[in-house]
């Protein structure tokens, strides 16, 4: 059975860098909303079962399919496939340091297309790997009220000012950095041993302090809630959610 066939598939279009763009979208649940932004190489069977958390957890869950395989289990090879795609697209920042990612404003007008949809205080959004800086771009938007930035990796590194780099423009830093002041709390979750975050969540603890609750995981791994799943990291999450998206609206 594939793994999306009990979620319901629609499309999305905004505006990407000038241009109206469309993806799929998969959905499935019911309660507060929640945006899974996938990684690399594309919408895994791992992507799609930590869906289903969230949905049994008690949320609506939407899966963007922004690019690569979907349904597919995690391969070296599909990574391969795709990095190369993504690469030259324009949607997609991967060494430039100080812009945010063009396929924010996409991701931006999802989250508040949804929101307009369910009510409540906002929606979640959370990012992994290769996206794992875009919730905090969607955070620029007020519908993003509880984003989760799962082991971020891009502007890719070597390089020491890279691995820093919250793939953010220095406008959209700032609106971070106000909407944190005003009580909106970042999440982020990575492996304490993995280099690919880089020193990222340094970058975010002096951006905007206490409002970031960092998680660094024990032991060997990169993806925190698909591919080396930790239940620390997916527990972490779901309580986050728990305050943020069922609680009053915050002024």
Known sequence: MDVLDSWTRSEHTADVAGRPTTHPVHRKGSGPGVVVVHEMPGLTAGVVRFGEELVEAGYTVLLPH???????????????????????????????????????????SLARQLHDELGGPGVGALGMCFTGGFALAMMVDDSTVAPVVCQPST?????????????LSPADADVVRRRAGEGCQVLGIR???????????DTLTSLIGDAFIRVELDGQGHSTVTEQRSQV???????????????????
């Open 66 to 108: 922004l690019f690569g395989p979907v349904g597919r289990e995690f391969s070296n090879g599909d990574v391969a496939r795709a990095f190369p795609k993504v690469c030259i697209s324009r949607e997609f920042t991967k060494l430039r340091r100080g812009v945010t990612t063009p396929v924010a404003g996409w991701l931006r």
């Open 155 to 167: 502007p890719f590194v070597p390089g020491a000012k890279r691995g820093a780099d919250l793939n």
């Open 191 to 201: 492996y304490a041993s993995d280099p690919l975050p880089g020193t990222r969540f």
């Open 233 to 251: 990291a997916v527990d972490a999450v779901l309580e986050f959610f728990a305050d943020r998206l069922h609680a009053p609206a915050r002024s």
